[in-house]
């Protein structure tokens, strides 16, 4: 089973709009969280990186938070672009250096 | 990408044929990985590399091979043991261990009909 699940898988959001992405995971210990964006065909870009002491992150119009109580980290899009269309990836590092990957929530913003 | 390079973009091959996959970085980085990418899954580590002439095996290693020769670059071979070689191939690489920043290569889309 999965350590790291995202969701939704997928959502469609109008141009303009925020939307919130869910990231649960089960890793303990874990030393950091991460985002990363991915477009199409090419390889993840690294949006936000989240030890376990803090709540939250931002990266222009991205905002990461994590609760590590509740094991819980959303990431939050503000005033949604064409160009924020991509999946985006959810990552946990385990303290012993391995990484678990979510399988991704897919954005589509539409004009 | 940043100074992650993998070639080509896409290749063919016929099942049966083994086929090497290239990663190059100029990051100066000790660390590289390589990663299978399949639809509806998240990234599954293949080998992983920590420093020249020393490699491991991450969670999906049987049918592939790897060689850290130079510290810029860390191939993969796929070979006919894979059972489902089709895939989207991702190479990474960071300053140590995985515990720093990844930075991702364009990847490399495998077809093996």
């Known amino acids: 089973k999965n350590q790291v699940e995202q969701s939704p898988q997928s959502l469609i959001i109008l141009e303009g709009k925020n939307c919130t992405l869910q990231?649960?995971?089960?890793?303990?210990?874990?030393?950091?969280l991460r985002w990363y964006k991915q477009d199409t065909g090419r390889g993840p870009v690294s949006l936000t990186i989240?030890?376990?002491?803090?709540n939250t992150k931002s990266n222009g119009r991205y905002t990461a938070t994590l609760d590590a109580d509740t094991k819980q980290s959303s990431l939050h899009i503000t005033a949604s672009q064409l160009s924020d269309s991509a999946s985006y990836i959810c990552?946990?590092?385990?303290?012993?250096?391995?990484?678990?990957f979510g399988a991704g929530t897919q954005v589509v913003v539409t004009p | 990408d940043g100074g992650i390079t993998q070639s080509p973009k896409y290749l063919f091959r016929k099942e049966g044929q083994n086929v090497t996959l290239s990663c190059e970085q100029n990051?100066?980085?000790?660390?590289m990985y390589w990663y299978r990418q399949d639809p509806g899954q998240g990234l599954r580590l293949i080998y992983y590399?920590?420093?020249?002439?020393?490699?491991q095996k991450g969670d999906i290693a049987e049918g592939y091979s790897v060689s850290r020769e130079k510290k810029e670059s860390f191939p993969l071979t796929v070979t006919s043991a894979q059972k489902n070689p089709t895939a989207f191939y991702l190479c990474?690489?960071?300053?140590?261990?995985?515990?720093?920043?990844?930075?991702f290569g364009p990847g490399t889309r495998l077809t093996v009909t």
């Open positions: 990474a690489s960071s300053i140590e261990s995985s515990a720093y920043e990844q930075y």
């Open positions: 989240m030890t376990f002491s803090e």
């Open positions: 990552v946990v590092d385990d303290s012993w250096g391995k990484l678990q």
């Open positions: 990051l100066n980085h000790d660390a």
């Open positions: 590399s920590q420093i020249v002439n020393d490699f």
């Open positions: 990231c649960n995971y089960t890793v303990s210990p874990f030393s950091n």
